[in-house]
């Protein structure tokens, strides 16, 4: 897969994409990220990239031109078409089941807004599928594309290695996921329950459904609401 970011802030992305799960996949050919700054794309000798709303109002809006140039710098770069996503608070939810379709592309292009937000006719003229991170309002969408990027890249084929699945995470089941010890088996008079020592992996399976039923229930029932294979 390759993620392009298009944002004001490419040295932001610097650590992230060099760090753990997501550096790694960069490392083994997994995921190919590129960053382009709208900057580099602005019409005048300011370099700007956003301008007052017409109708009046508080703030900036980013502009059409710097926008559409650098997302035709990035496909002509590659002769395609990325899957565009604009990070906006306005955005369908983005939750594991979107991260999961979204891990299904070859190619995806996050477009992080600043200021007031984007020039409507970004969002229709680039075609572009607008998500959410939570229904709060980020000064910027980089933090949205960040998380968007790393739950997309733990989903790709052999980004977690060997060891590790993501099919236990919390949401892959629609459920929380539960809870997790590790050495030693007792810590400031707290034990490990004694299921998890038993060997018994059926047992140890029944419980972990169990606890996993149990914690979606008492912090997020939402999640129940929709489905009756938890009744
Ligand atoms: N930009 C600002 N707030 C955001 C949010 N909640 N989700 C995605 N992008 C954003």
């Not at 594991?96 to 292009?109: G, K, N, P």
């Amino acid at each position: 897969m390759r993620i392009d970011v298009l944002t004001l802030f490419p040295e932001v992305f610097g650590p992230l994409v060099r760090s753990s799960i997501i550096g790694r996949a960069v490392e083994s050919g997994t995921v190919e990220i590129g960053l382009t700054n709208y900057r580099d794309f602005a019409h005048d000798r300011h370099r700007s990239v956003d301008d007052s709303p017409f109708g009046g109002g508080p703030g900036m809006v980013m502009m059409c031109g710097p926008v559409f140039d650098a997302v035709e710098h990035v496909c002509a770069a590659r002769q395609g078409s990325p899957t565009r996503i604009l990070l906006t608070p306005q955005g369908e939810r983005f939750t594991q089941t979107v991260a999961r379709d979204l891990a299904s592309l070859d190619w995806l292009a996050l477009l992080c807004g600043h200021y007031e937000g984007f020039d409507e006719r970004i969002r229709i003229g680039l075609n572009a599928r607008e998500l959410s991170v939570g229904d709060y309002v980020l000064s910027g969408g980089e933090p949205a594309a960040m998380v968007v990027m790393d739950a997309v890249v733990r989903l790709l084929p052999g980004a977690l290695g060997h060891e590790h699945s993501a099919a236990d995470d919390s949401f892959s089941e629609g459920l929380l996921e539960y809870p997790q010890y590790t050495r030693p088996r007792e810590y400031r008079g707290m034990a490990v329950p004694d299921v998890l020592l038993s060997g018994d992996h059926a047992r140890i399976a029944a419980w972990r459904r169990e606890q996993a039923i149990r914690r979606t229930r008492a912090r997020r029932p939402d999640l129940l609401a929709d489905s009756a294979d938890f009744e």
